[in-house]
Nanobody, 126 residues
Framework: QVQLVESGGGLVQAGGSLRLSCAAS????????MGWFRQAPGKEREIVAA????????YYRDSVKGRFTISRDNAKNTVYLQMNSLEREDTAVYYC???????????????????WGQGTQVTVSS
């Protein structure tokens, strides 16, 4: 069993930065693929970034490449999402997900994730 708690969301102006954190409980965290997803009003939940259990492999959706960075600290059972150069289109509720047991080296599809946090709101104003 994995429990996830996100934090770090808030209101920021376009061009600004935020760092999201996802704290996980459970001994399986260090072997889980982790991902950040987001869901805007009226839209489907979409992947933002994912990271393999070792941190050696990562994935980003095209629209955030070069602006967002996913990382993890297995000693702290925490995964992070550093978001720079934020745009209004990044406004959404951001969710942390865990793929356990891992379906492969890295998971990029929503259905591959087994555990979810409650979400944290990110609002980017112009």
């Amino acid at each position: 069993q994995v429990q996830l708690v996100e934090s770090g969301g808030g209101l920021v102006q376009a061009g600004g930065s935020l760092r999201l954190s996802c704290a996980a409980s459970g001994r399986t965290f260090s072997r889980s693929t982790m991902g950040w997803f987001r869901q805007a009003p009226g839209k489907e939940r979409e992947i933002v970034a994912a990271i393999s259990w070792s941190g050696g492999r990562s994935y980003y959706r095209d629209s955030v490449k070069g602006r967002f960075t996913i990382s993890r600290d297995n000693a702290k059972n925490t995964v992070y999402l550093q978001m720079n150069s934020l745009e209004r289109e990044d406004t959404a509720v951001y969710y942390c997900g865990a793929d356990w047991p891992p379906a492969g080296p890295i998971a990029t599809m929503r259905d591959e994730y087994d555990y979810w946090g409650q979400g944290t709101q990110v609002t980017v104003s112009s």
